[in-house]
């Protein structure tokens, strides 16, 4: 199943809430519409709404955070496996994205499905999940236990991407370290590596050949021919922004 990221515009606005829930079931063969409106009102006590009132709303009668978690509950109405969660507290106000985590996690440990959290927000990757996939230019640029990415990056676009995330602790706050140049253009890939005009790391071998996915143990992977000099280090960023 899936959550977008637009739950307004993922929801039939010509269509109440409940009627989402009958639809999606009569698509995979349920035909039973009052057992699938107990298990819809079941669902939506889960995200912590009131059913009987959602049911019966309109998607644009319902809040963003309340459409979000409808469009959770929804996802949940076939008890998939797999749950992808396309940015799903985009353009929610900072409480409210606070609540729908909360929400996700407390049904991943409930319905024990895995997830897969599409997301720019380290922070939220950091908190949900038990790996993680950095992408760069729709390429996989690194993947490995959440641990090992965040304290021990070993591709250079992770590192500036932590680089660039502010510090909320510590006696001193350091400078932010911004990745210099511009994201590349998609129809106009650069040869070789693409994040290679960016890097710091870069050699003539980084623009004439695309890395593949190098093992660097523990299930750690990065496509980075110069992965055993990657450090977390911002002097190197500051040297190639001058």
Known sequence: AMVFQAALNSLNPVLRVGDHFVETARAHGEKDDQQTR?????????????GERVLTAYPHELSGGMRQRVSIALSLLLEPQLIILDEPTTALD?????????VIRSLRQRLDFTMMF?????????????????????????????????????????VGLLN????????????????????PNLLAMPPG?????RCPYATELCARQA????????????ACFHWERVTRGQAVWAGAAT
Do not use: W
């Open 193 to 197: 590596c693409s994040f290679h005009p």
């Open 38 to 50: 107990a298990r819809a009102l079941e669902l939506l006590r889960m995200v912590q709404l009131d």
């Open 164 to 183: 660039a995330v502010p510090p909320i602790t510590g006696e001193e706050f350091t400078p932010l370290t911004a990745i210099p140049g511009s994201p």
């Open 94 to 102: 900072i409480l409210t994205q606070r609540a729908i985590i909360d």
């Open 211 to 222: 890395p593949p996915l190098f093992d660097v143990g523990n299930g750690h992977q990065a």
């Open 118 to 158: 599409i997301t720019h927000d380290l922070s939220l990757a950091a908190e949900l999940a038990d790996r993680v996939a950095t992408m760069y230019a729709g390429e996989l640029v690194e993947v490995g236990d959440v641990r090992d990415v965040f304290y021990t990056p070993k591709h250079p676009y992770t």
